[in-house]
């Protein structure tokens, strides 16, 4: 499945463009009816294909003869695109497109043969479910549709079915067989923590019964791991992670209405790592292996034991080498999407684009446009409008509302707004939406639909709102999956608006979750920094210090951490 990027038309220009540092971020002036800024290409990072994993660290297990994905009472391989009988992995990377690295093959990007070109932002392995000993695998859209491609190799998969509404979900996930007839089920988890099981039917084309409710109040995970068989019975397990790093086991017990038993904690500290990903049985003793990445890029290995427990960790691979990574398939997090940058503009009027790293940090600046070309722009960063996954730039000028990256001029009327927000998707539809706040204080919502342009009519959501001197938000600051914001008042004091995915009452009533605040001058919403699927936010001070804010509950961010210095020289950081 190929996909889409920002690819804004080129505008109508009298000189040449002008390709600008090793992304060749292109720029124009602008002409008479465009906005003041210059058009610039969306800018994103660079993949490269990481090294395998070394699965020999592993050791062998006991003899895999007569394991296959059809027997009864084994727990089906959930995406083996090479035959040897191993899980490989499936990924969505940090510029957007999908890849597999595969145990014994070459590994290779990924697509579907449908034509769609939305992107990926989550895949749900499900093994083999006709029997012709081909995996299917199953990718979520941004705007809730999943999409089964059957027969996947390392490169292609055929496009079977899909199915839309799955934006009611905050995270969908394959526990492995749940009632032992030999076929990958699916899980959804929605907003307020209740399970939903969809069972198999072995068929492409339309691979599910109708939903049941399994289970409730889920929602005390950050992330939960559809882990594949570890004790034995050859149904599927579940592991569920909470914000303090405790990790819980959840055997089955082979039921459809309740397919799992009580909780056993299996380990602590766990929250190292920001994501834990299923692997299945790897070598061949019958209980599924995990896998767990950490903030500097490195991949751990832990073997099931069978009992529901892991054993010592293994490293796999090398600190760095899988940095490059934003959601793996069968990962228990809830993925990021719409922002992971940041731009910054100079006192002369130059803008400097900074991409997320996953570990925490952002990456070496990138000069966006021609030197000296913004000054004097009223400038948004806004969640994706459409669905790129990458950040949308907004221009307002001469009271008309412009995205640089497609050239649209929105009309005229906008210079009422003193403030604009792109936070993410405030609806639930899984489009991006925009706040603008007017000079009386007033908050209006304006519909994403999607795409680049147009915006949906704006609806008002509240007044009292110039009692804040800052409000930002790009993605999920709670856990829950929905897009909240963070304000600040005069005073310093720091408030959460959690997401309710409602187009009418958007938010939560305020939160205050911290005072001292004023300390900064800037604060600033990158979307996700360290690649566990939740927002981060950025404060600068007078002095040009940088500090990080991570989540550590759902209402609460940890101790702050410098990550850089230097940041007085922008009087705009976005």
């Known amino acids: 499945m190929r996909t889409a990027f920002s690819k804004r038309a080129r505008r109508v220009a009298t000189c040449t463009a002008l390709a600008l540092s090793a992304g060749m971020l292109l720029a124009t002036p602008a002409s008479a009816d465009e906005g003041p800024g210059p058009a610039v290409k969306q800018p994103r990072p660079t993949f490269t294909q990481p090294a395998k994993p070394d699965l020999s660290k592993l050791g062998a297990g006991a003899n895999r003869a007569g394991r296959t994905a059809t027997t009864a009472g084994v727990s089906p391989v959930r995406f083996d695109v090479d035959g040897d009988g191993k899980n490989d992995l499936i990924y969505r990377a940090w510029d957007g497109t999908n890849h597999t690295t595969p145990s014994s093959a070459e590994s290779g990007e990924f697509f579907g043969d449908n034509g769609d070109a939305s992107p990926a932002i989550d895949f749900v392995p499900i093994g083999d479910q006709d029997g012709n000993g081909k995996p299917?695998?199953?990718?979520?859209?941004?705007?809730?549709?999943?999409?089964?491609?059957?027969?996947?190799?390392?490169?292609?998969?055929?496009?079977?079915?899909?199915?839309?509404?799955?934006?009611?979900?905050?995270?969908?996930?394959?526990?492995?067989d749940v009632n032992g007839d030999g076929r990958a089920d699916v899980i959804g988890r929605q907003h307020n923590g209740e399970l939903y099981l969809y069972l198999a039917t072995g068929?492409?084309?339309?691979?599910?019964?109708?939903?049941?409710?399994?289970?409730?109040?889920?929602?005390?995970?950050?992330?939960?791991?559809?882990?594949?068989?570890?004790?034995?019975?050859?149904?599927?397990?579940?592991?569920?992670?909470?914000?303090?790093?405790?990790?819980?086991?959840?055997?089955?017990?082979?039921?459809?209405t309740a397919p799992f038993k009580g909780r056993i904690e299996v380990g602590?500290?766990?929250?190292?790592?920001?994501?834990?990903?299923?692997?299945?049985?790897?070598?061949?003793?019958?209980?599924?292996?995990?896998?767990?990445?950490?903030?500097?890029?490195?991949l751990w290995a832990y073997s099931g034991l069978g009992n529901g427990r892991m054993g010592a960790r293994v490293l796999i691979a090398d600190k760095g080498a899988f940095l490059s990574v934003d959601q793996f398939g069968g990962s228990g997090t809830i993925p990021a999407f719409g922002k992971r940058?940041?731009?910054?503009?100079?006192?002369?009027?130059?803008?400097?684009?900074?991409?997320?790293?996953?570990?925490?940090?952002?990456?070496?600046?990138?000069?966006?446009?021609?030197?000296?070309?913004?000054?004097?722009?009223?400038?948004?960063?806004?969640?994706?409008?459409?669905?790129?996954?990458?950040?949308?730039?907004?221009?307002?000028?001469?009271?008309?509302?412009?995205?640089?990256?497609?050239?649209?001029?929105?009309?005229?009327?906008?210079?009422?707004?003193?403030?604009l927000v792109g936070p993410g998707d405030l609806t639930g539809d899984g489009k991006s939406d925009l706040?603008?706040?007017?000079?009386?204080?007033?908050?209006?919502?304006?519909?994403?639909?999607?795409?680049?342009?147009?915006?949906?009519?704006?609806?008002?959501?509240?007044?009292?709102w110039g009692a804040f001197n800052q409000i930002v938000g790009a993605g999920d600051y709670s856990g829950d999956g929905r897009?909240?914001?963070?304000?600040?008042?005069?005073?310093?004091?720091?408030?959460?608006?959690?997401?309710?995915?409602?187009?009418t009452t958007p938010f939560m009533a305020k939160l205050k979750i911290g005072?001292?605040?004023?300390?900064?001058?800037?604060?600033?919403?990158?979307?996700?920094?360290?690649?566990?699927?939740k927002a981060e936010l950025l404060g600068v001070t007078?002095?040009?210090?940088?500090?990080?804010?991570?989540?550590i509950s759902a209402t609460a961010f940890g101790p702050r951490v410098k990550i850089g210095s230097g940041w007085q020289i922008y009087n705009g950081v976005y």
């Open 136 to 176: 299917e695998v199953l990718v979520l859209s941004p705007h809730g549709t999943l999409r089964l491609y059957a027969d996947a190799t390392p490169t292609w998969g055929t496009y079977r079915w899909q199915g839309g509404g799955w934006t009611i979900y905050n995270k969908v996930f394959s526990p492995g």
């Open 203 to 256: 068929n492409p084309s339309a691979p599910f019964g109708g939903r049941s409710k399994v289970g409730s109040g889920w929602n005390i995970y950050d992330q939960v791991v559809g882990v594949g068989d570890n004790d034995g019975d050859g149904k599927g397990d579940v592991l569920g992670r909470s914000y303090d790093g405790r990790v819980w086991f959840y055997g089955s017990s082979g039921s459809t």
């Open 268 to 298: 602590q500290g766990w929250n190292i790592y920001n994501q834990l990903i299923a692997m299945d049985d790897l070598n061949g003793d019958g209980a599924a292996e995990l896998f767990a990445r950490d903030q500097a890029g490195a």
């Open 341 to 419: 940058a940041v731009l910054g503009r100079d006192k002369v009027g130059s803008l400097y684009w900074y991409s997320a790293q996953n570990n925490g940090l952002l990456g070496p600046r990138e000069q966006v446009g021609d030197t000296g070309g913004w000054g004097g722009v009223s400038l948004t960063y806004a969640s994706s409008l459409n669905d790129s996954g990458f950040a949308t730039l907004l221009e307002l000028s001469n009271n008309h509302l412009y995205n640089n990256f497609s050239g649209h001029d929105f009309g005229s009327g906008w210079g009422v707004y003193n403030l």
């Open 435 to 464: 706040l603008a706040r007017d000079k009386s204080g007033n908050l209006f919502l304006y519909r994403g639909t999607g795409a680049d342009h147009p915006l949906g009519t704006k609806t008002k959501i509240g007044a009292g």
């Open 483 to 503: 897009a909240d914001i963070v304000t600040r008042d005069s005073a310093g004091g720091l408030f959460l608006y959690r997401g309710t995915g409602s187009a």
């Open 515 to 533: 005072s001292g605040w004023n300390t900064y001058t800037k604060l600033v919403a990158p979307g996700d920094l360290t690649g566990d699927g």
């Open 542 to 551: 007078a002095g040009g210090d940088l500090y990080r804010y991570s989540p």
